[in-house]
Nanobody, 123 residues
Framework: QVQLVESGGGLVQAGGSLRLSCAVS????????MAWFRQAPGKEREFVGA????????YYADSVKGRFTISRDNAKNTVYLQMNSLKPEDTAVYYC????????????????WGQGTQVTVSS
């Protein structure tokens, strides 16, 4: 069973930065494409961004493009989400996800999910 554990959430002022981490317990971490999603209160879960198996390609939602960066360290079985220039509308629970499937910018189909970490951005 693959487990994903997010960390790094917290409270930050608008304009600040946070880095989320997602540690994955899988022998074959490098076989998964990884993604970040978020869910704000009263809203549906939304795609934030994704990264391919090698870390060469990343994809972002328009709402975070230029502010957020996804990276991965296959030696550490970890994926990261660096969030800069945070806005109050970025407040949400952030989830990481893993997929066996290739991803090329369309619909991300997750096979595994983390439990989420809260990010709150104050104005």
């Amino acid at each position: 069973q693959v487990q994903l554990v997010e960390s790094g959430g917290g409270l930050v002022q608008a304009g600040g930065s946070l880095r989320l981490s997602c540690a994955v317990s899988a022998r074959t971490f490098s076989r998964y494409t990884m993604a970040w999603f978020r869910q704000a209160p009263g809203k549906e879960r939304e795609f934030v961004g994704a990264i391919d198996r090698t870390g060469d390609r990343t994809y972002y939602a328009d709402s975070v493009k230029g502010r957020f960066t996804i990276s991965r360290d296959n030696a550490k079985n970890t994926v990261y989400l660096q969030m800069n220039s945070l806005k109050p509308e970025d407040t949400a629970v952030y989830y990481c996800a893993a997929s066996f499937r290739d991803y090329s910018g369309s619909y991300y189909v997750a096979n595994y999910w983390g439990q989420g970490t809260q990010v709150t951005v104050s104005s």
